[in-house]
């Protein structure tokens, strides 16, 4: 994350992130990641660019995770 001003976090504060693991279209309403992290459905979640183009930032709401590990 590259940052030239102000930035700001709101909500439960976390300390697990996750990578996709499997490739993400635009338009798909599904993604997998990993399981475990705490988040719950109703969350938001940003989905960041693999460029440099911030812009190009999603987000999407949590509809249904699968919080149990392993």
Request: charged letters at 15%.
């Amino acid at each position: 994350m590259a940052n030239v001003g102000l930035i700001s976090f709101y909500g439960t504060p976390r300390v697990a992130r996750s990578r996709v693991l499997s490739p993400v279209a635009p338009l798909d309403t599904d993604i997998q990641v990993e399981s475990g992290l705490g988040w719950k459905a109703g969350d938001m979640i940003g989905l960041a660019p693999s460029t440099m183009n911030w812009w190009e930032t999603d987000y999407g709401i949590i509809t249904a995770y699968n919080n149990l590990t392993g």
